[in-house]
C-alpha cells in the first residue's frame, strides 16, 4: 500500500504540471497576444536614396513607410496568419525593386538589407 501513494502523488503532479503549461501561453493565431500577432522589419538603407517600402503578400500591397538614404528604421506589421512575403521597394525618384519571397508567420522579425546598388535588395530572418 505505501508504494501505491507515491504513484498517485506523481499523477497528480503531471496532471497540475500539464494544465499549468496550457493555460498561460498565448497563441499568435487566435489574436491574444498583440505583439505575437505582427511581424517586426527593421530596415538598413545603405543607399542614398529615399525609399518608399509596402509589404506585397497575398492580401495585397500595404504601404509600410519610408527610409532615408543611409538611415536605418523600424516597422511593425499586423499578421495573423502563415503567407509569404515579399517586399516592395520605390525609390522616391522613380525605379521600383522588389525583395526575395520568403515565408513568415506571426512573431517573426526580418531584415531588410537596402545596399547601394537596390538591385541587390533582399529580406531575412533575424
Known sequence: MASARPCFGLRWAGVVGLAACSGGVPSPYDGTDPDAAELRIFAENRSAYDVRVYVQSTRGLQLLGIVGGNATRSFRVSWTQLDDLRL???????????????????????????????????????
Open 88 to 126: 516592395r521597394i520605390e525609390e522616391l525618384a522613380g525605379l521600383t525593386y522588389q525583395t526575395n519571397r520568403l515565408p513568415v508567420s506571426p512573431g517573426d522579425r526580418l531584415d531588410l538589407i537596402l545596399p547601394a546598388n537596390l538591385n541587390n535588395v533582399f529580406i531575412r530572418r533575424r
